[in-house]
């Protein structure tokens, strides 16, 4: 029972309260979606993350186990296939087929940053985190590539491969910790500010993609809270994948690895997608209602598969 008071408050603290902020501080501030839009697309996402991320692995990543790293993208690749795969397995018992996309999208990308970083960094120390970013930025580029690819005609954005700004921050903060120079502690002001910026990236992306739900609150009714779209996926993502995906994990790896993947294995839908479906034609009331009713049930079903399967 200790554990599991533990889990639910990193994970309220690290996302849920963030969410629940930016519902209502949107609303009482009336910000246009547009803006919140281009704030996570062109600033956080583009800007910020990427700056946690090399600051992150500059700091705290382990050299001496950087060969382990693709084994991350590799998991991170199963965990992304098994995940469409039963989504297509699951739209055949009744979803609509113009939702399909939106449905396929909500259900293949987990929470593979936000809610992760926190639990990661709490439970195992940065140095598992720095980890993770393998794991994150693999899914950050799937996101931008197969993610966006359900609402093109299956058509891939093969530029996002050479422009992706956090692969360019992993990679960069890799090649100099492998040289041993880093820029860290040369200036004091310059790594207040990294700290700053960094500590507040996470609680700042959250906030804006709580506006975003907040936008779509005219979709948020009582009868479509329990349409199939929205019921698949909530069963797909907290009572079928997690057991599964932990399973597998158990079974096949140990160690940081093991840790690191549980933690993953068990997140809620994605709140980055509700960005894609909105940018790309899709359904952002239908992502919106999905990833906020997953969020919500993850304060729950995140201690509950924990404590079952994880090792402290």
């Given at each position: 029972?200790?554990?599991?008071?533990?889990?639910?408050?990193?994970?309220w603290h690290g996302?849920?309260?963030?969410?629940v902020?930016?519902?209502?501080?949107?609303?009482?501030?009336r910000?246009?979606?547009?803006i919140?839009?281009?704030?996570l697309?062109n600033i956080?996402?583009?800007v910020?993350i990427?700056?946690?991320?090399?600051?992150?692995?500059?700091?705290?990543?382990d050299?001496?186990r950087?060969?382990?790293?693709?084994?991350?993208?590799l998991?991170?690749?199963?965990?992304l296939?098994?995940?469409e795969?039963?989504?297509?397995g699951?739209?055949?018992f009744?979803?609509?087929?113009?939702?399909?996309?939106?449905?396929h999208?909500?259900n293949?990308f987990?929470?593979?940053?936000f809610?992760?970083y926190g639990?990661?960094?709490?439970?195992?120390?940065?140095a598992l985190l720095?980890?993770?970013?393998?794991y994150v930025i693999?899914?950050?580029?799937y996101l931008?590539?197969?993610?966006?690819?359900?609402?093109?005609e299956?058509?891939?954005?093969?530029?996002?491969l050479?422009k992706n700004?956090?692969?360019?921050?992993?990679?960069?903060a890799?090649?100099?910790?492998v040289g041993?120079?880093?820029?860290?502690?040369?200036?004091?002001t310059?790594?207040t500010?990294?700290?700053?910026?960094?500590?507040?990236t996470v609680?700042?992306?959250?906030f804006?993609?709580?506006?975003?739900i907040?936008h779509q609150?005219?979709?948020?009714?009582?009868?479509n809270?329990?349409?199939?779209?929205?019921?698949y996926?909530?069963l797909?993502?907290?009572?079928?994948?997690?057991p599964?995906?932990c399973?597998?994990?158990?079974?096949f790896?140990?160690g940081?690895l093991?840790?690191?993947?549980?933690?993953?294995?068990?997140?809620?839908?994605?709140?980055?997608?509700?960005?894609?479906?909105?940018?790309?034609?899709?359904?952002?009331?239908?992502?919106?209602?999905?990833?906020f009713?997953?969020?919500?049930?993850?304060?729950?079903?995140i201690?509950?598969?924990?404590?079952?399967?994880?090792?402290?």
């Amino acid at each position: 029972m200790e554990l599991f008071s533990e889990l639910f408050l990193i994970s309220w603290h690290g996302a849920f309260k963030w969410l629940v902020l930016g519902v209502f501080c949107i609303a009482i501030l009336r910000i246009k979606s547009q803006i919140i839009t281009f704030l996570l697309k062109n600033i956080i996402v583009s800007v910020f993350i990427p700056l946690l991320i090399f600051y992150k692995t500059l700091l705290h990543l382990d050299t001496s186990r950087m060969i382990i790293l693709p084994q991350y993208c590799l998991w991170a690749f199963a965990f992304l296939l098994i995940a469409e795969l039963l989504s297509r397995g699951i739209s055949k018992f009744g979803v609509l087929p113009e939702n399909l996309s939106t449905f396929h999208l909500g259900n293949t990308f987990n929470n593979y940053g936000f809610v992760a970083y926190g639990l990661v960094e709490s439970l195992y120390g940065p140095a598992l985190l720095t980890e993770l970013f393998a794991y994150v930025i693999f899914s950050e580029i799937y996101l931008w590539t197969r993610g966006r690819a359900f609402f093109s005609e299956g058509k891939f954005d093969y530029n996002i491969l050479l422009k992706n700004p956090p692969l360019i921050a992993f990679s960069l903060a890799l090649i100099l910790k492998v040289g041993h120079w880093t820029p860290i502690g040369l200036s004091a002001t310059l790594d207040t500010g990294l700290h700053f910026v960094t500590s507040w990236t996470v609680p700042l992306a959250i906030f804006c993609l709580g506006g975003l739900i907040y936008h779509q609150k005219s979709h948020f009714k009582p009868r479509n809270f329990w349409k199939k779209e929205n019921s698949y996926s909530l069963l797909l993502r907290h009572l079928i994948l997690p057991p599964l995906l932990c399973s597998i994990v158990v079974l096949f790896t140990q160690g940081n690895l093991k840790n690191a993947l549980l933690i993953e294995a068990v997140m809620p839908s994605s709140l980055m997608t509700i960005t894609l479906a909105k940018i790309y034609g899709g359904k952002p009331e239908i992502m919106s209602l999905m990833a906020f009713c997953s969020q919500v049930l993850s304060l729950v079903t995140i201690p509950i598969w924990l404590t079952l399967f994880i090792e402290l």
